[in-house]
């Protein structure tokens, strides 16, 4: 992993973090309906990493 994060850094690789590749899991489990087991409460892990919602905004 160390020498992705030194291409990213080095411009070789998109950047990406371990957030990101924590949600990747999440969103994975998630819509294979598995239990990622992540937090201590699965709504917690829902509301921070699960990318599969849905979110609308209002246009400036």
């Given at each position: 992993?160390?020498?992705?994060?030194?291409?990213?850094?080095?411009?070789?690789?998109?950047?990406?973090?371990?957030?990101?590749?924590?949600?990747?899991?999440?969103?994975?489990?998630?819509?294979?309906?598995?239990?990622?087991?992540?937090?201590?409460?699965?709504?917690?892990?829902?509301?921070?990493y699960d990318r599969t919602r849905v979110v609308k905004v209002k246009?400036?």
């Amino acid at each position: 992993m160390t020498r992705f994060f030194a291409a990213a850094a080095a411009g070789a690789a998109p950047a990406i973090t371990t957030h990101d590749l924590r949600a990747y899991y999440v969103t994975e489990k998630g819509e294979k309906g598995e239990n990622p087991e992540t937090h201590k409460n699965p709504a917690t892990t829902k509301r921070v990493y699960d990318r599969t919602r849905v979110v609308k905004v209002k246009p400036l």
